[in-house]
Every structure is written in structure tokens, then in C-alpha cells.
């Protein structure tokens, strides 16, 4: 079994900081990727970062500049820094692991912690 659990989301003022974390634990061999995907009321999941356990990101357009993800390996922890906070940036974040198992590589998902940003 593969356990994700997220962790940091909060209610933040507009122009606020957060950091969201997230570890992956159990029968897991290796991180292939991890990432964190949000979904606000009435919209669709969508990528918001995603990080290789090589370091390759990729981000949603609307959050560069403003968030950053990193990967600490050794913990299969994945984090995301997101600094200058506004509205649209409110929704459930949920955190993916793509994991490399003995039974090969296999994605799992969070349940997700909310961020609330007020204007």
C-alpha cells in the first residue's frame, strides 16, 4: 500500500505565503514524479507543478514566478512555496505521487487540503 498525505493549507490574505507539503510512504521502490494539482468550486482539476525525482519542473502558466515546487528524495516529500497569494489561487490542492513499485509504476493521489485565499 501507498499512503499520500498533504499537509499546510490555511486561510491566507491576499499577497500571502503558503507552503503545502506532501510525503508518500510505503511499499514504494522509487519517486518517478510528484505533483500538486488543484481544483477550485465549479472547475476542473488542473496541473498547478510538477517535479521529476531528477529535478525537471514544469508549472501552470498562472502560477509562474510565483510558486515553487522542490522534491526532497530521501523523504519522497515534495513541497510547494506559493507566495504572492490571490483569489484565484483558492481551491483544493491535492498532491499526486507517481511511484515505481514491484509491481511497476503506479500514480496515487492525496485527499487534498485547502487553501482560501481572502481579498
Known amino acids: 500500500q501507498v499512503q499520500v498525505v498533504e499537509s499546510g493549507g490555511g486561510l491566507v490574505q491576499a499577497g500571502g505565503s503558503l507552503r503545502l507539503s506532501c510525503a508518500a510512504s510505503?511499499?514504494?521502490?522509487?519517486?518517478?514524479?510528484m505533483g500538486w494539482y488543484r481544483q477550485a468550486p465549479g472547475k476542473q482539476r488542473e496541473l498547478v507543478a510538477r517535479?521529476?525525482?531528477?529535478?525537471?519542473?514544469n508549472y501552470a502558466d498562472s502560477v509562474k514566478g510565483r510558486f515553487t515546487i522542490s522534491l526532497d528524495n530521501a523523504k519522497n516529500t515534495v513541497y510547494l512555496q506559493m507566495n504572492s497569494l490571490n483569489s484565484e489561487d483558492t481551491a483544493v490542492y491535492y498532491c499526486?505521487?507517481?511511484?515505481?513499485?514491484?509491481?511497476?509504476?503506479?500514480?496515487?493521489w492525496g485527499k487534498g487540503t485547502l487553501v482560501t485565499v481572502s481579498s
Open positions: 510505503g511499499s514504494i521502490f522509487s519517486i518517478y514524479a
Open positions: 517535479i521529476t525525482s531528477g529535478g525537471s519542473t
Open positions: 499526486n505521487a507517481d511511484v515505481v513499485r514491484r509491481s511497476g509504476r503506479m500514480d496515487y
